[in-house]
Structure formats: structure tokens, C-alpha cells
């Protein structure tokens, strides 16, 4: 079976300036950029030896920019896409500098709580500002050739989606969580609630549970396990455990989808052994196909730096031709941050008391 798995990139790419020099530049935006044949005009960090270090790393970077004030002038002469790659809580600050009706693209997560997201919602559409979050996951290839099959009927009637997570990951790779109220959903599986939304829309309701690991007590929570109701025979489940120190043999990191007419699982392979990582895996089984097993797919690519081109190259097609949705615009993403939030809630007040049951 032949099955899509990259986006559609747009005939005459605009040029990139990036706010911002940090490792998820290094190790995703410019790799994907140089993937894709974008250009990126230049770079702009506080500290510029930062920025200078991935001009050298990277020949599709031209410039380091002084300042943040000549990197936006230079990004609004040349019609430039704005790609902000900052701590959440700065967004809202960098967007009311850039110039109205600017296209940007904002890293994840769209503000550290939703009155934040709110806050950036507002900006944009105040200034006009063609604006998407980098929810990168739903454009990774395995998820557009998911995509790809559900769209041809070849799944039937989708029921059941399960995202499951048990691995060990690095966090002290992340000074700056520490200091964080909210860990793993508001970092991690935000992406597995946006990816979700993009297939199933909102859900009816939600439970979750988030807690510590008893060995990562400096950390906020880092093990969840959520719940989103759709409606009679749909539901979706989130579980994630980044605490298993036991290491790679029984480790997971899947994705899958059941339909009526067959099921996708997927091998997210980013998250284990991480940063290493393992190769994706893609494997389907339809009911129809009497004679058959479960088969798979060859999967070109993964997470990252892969699903980077897509969240761009979304942004700048529909910059280019307004025709073109914006699945991940910031109205979109707003809606996530919701769920997001909806989730803490249900972790901080849901649950019945044993004791109180008589």
C-alpha cells in the first residue's frame, strides 16, 4: 500500500528569521529547513555566540542579527515568517513587537497556562497576525499516512485512539522545567491531546490523574493518565510514565488507531532510549483482508526533525493562498490549550474519597 507521508511544501517558499537559538532549533527547525529548501534569513539570540554557533552549523542561516529590532525589520522588508522558538512565557511580549498582519509561527506550548493562551489569542487577532503553534506531531510521517488511510475509509468508523508512554526520559536536559509548576502534560502530552483533537475534534469530557515520581521530586508532575470521552463508543486514552529506568527492553511508545473496518499502530521511536531514539514503526490490519496478517509500512523519517517541515510549510501555503486551512492556527492550538487545562483541573479535583463511601 502506498500511503502519503510528507506534506505538501509550498512552490515558492518565503524566507525565515528565528527568534530564539536553543537546542529545539539545533536539533529540529534548521535540520527540517535544510530538509525542505527553506531559507532562513538570519537568526536573533540574546546571547549571540549562540546564534552565531548555528550559522556555522547550519549554511541555510545568512545572518545574526544584532538585535531584536533589526532582526524584525529585516523580517518585515523581505515578507518573512516569524519563527518564535522561546520559553512560553515570552511569547506574548515578542508578538506585540512584530509588525501587524506579520505571519508567525510560535513554539509550543501556546503559554505556560491557559490565561496566557488567552492572552496570545488576543495579540494575534488584535494585530492581525497570520499565526499558527508548532504542534509539530500531527504532521510527523507516520501520522500524515495514518491520515491518509482513515481519509480513504480503509479504517471505517474511528472508535478508540490509545497513546502509550513508558520510557525514561532525561528532564535535566531541561534546566528551566524545574523551575515549572506544570511538567508533563503542559510540555509533553500536549502534543498526544493536540494530535488526538486533530483526528477527533474536542472531546465530551475529560479525567486525568497527574502525579510525581518518587525520584523526581524536584520536578513537577511527570507521570499522567488521561481519559477523553466522545460519545457512546469513542474514546481516546493518554498514559504516560517517563520514570522507567529499566532500561530499553521494555520500554513503549505507540500510537493506535481503531476503526471498524481495521487498526494502525505506531512505534513513536523518538521517545524511547531518548535522545537516541529507535526507528518508527508503522503496522496496520484490515478486516477485510481475510488472508493477512498484520503488515507494515516503511516509514521515511519520524518526529523530529521530520513533522518540523510540516508545521512551516503549513504556515507559509497558507500565507501564500488564504484557500489553504491552518490546522494548526492559534484558534486551533487555543482550543488544545483548553484541553490542557481541563486536565489539571480534573487531576486537582476529580476522583472520589474511598473513605467517604459508606
Known sequence: ???????ILPKKPLP????????????AHLPAYTMAGFKVLGIYNKTISRAEALKNDFDIVEHVYP??????SEGQKHNAIFDLALPANLHAEILEQLPDGSPVLIQKPMGETLEEAKQILEICNRKKLISAVNFQLR???????ARDMIDRGLLGNIYDMELMVCVYTPWHLWDFLFQLPRVEILY?????LDLIRSFLGNPQKIYASTLKHPKMKALASTRTTMILDYDACTQARIIT??????????????????????VIKIRIGLSMDYPRGVPAKFEY?????KQSDWKEIEIKGGWFPEAFVGTMAGLQRHVLDKSVALPHSTQDAFETMKLVEAAYMSSEKGGITISNIK
Open 67 to 72: 538585535s531584536l529590532e533589526v532582526l524584525i
Open 16 to 27: 525565515i528569521v528565528i527568534i530564539g537559538a536553543g537546542g529545539i532549533i539545533k536539533d
Open 241 to 262: 510514565n517517563h520514570g522507567h529506568e529499566f532500561g530499553l527492553k521494555h520500554q513503549q511508545s505507540y500510537f493506535k488507531i481503531e476503526g471498524t473496518k481495521g
Open 188 to 192: 509533553h502530552s500536549v502534543h498526544y
Open 139 to 145: 504532521y510527523a510521517p507516520y501520522i500524515i499516512a
Open 285 to 289: 490490519k484490515l478486516l477485510d483482508d
Open 1 to 7: 500500500m502506498i500511503l502519503s507521508q510528507q506534506p
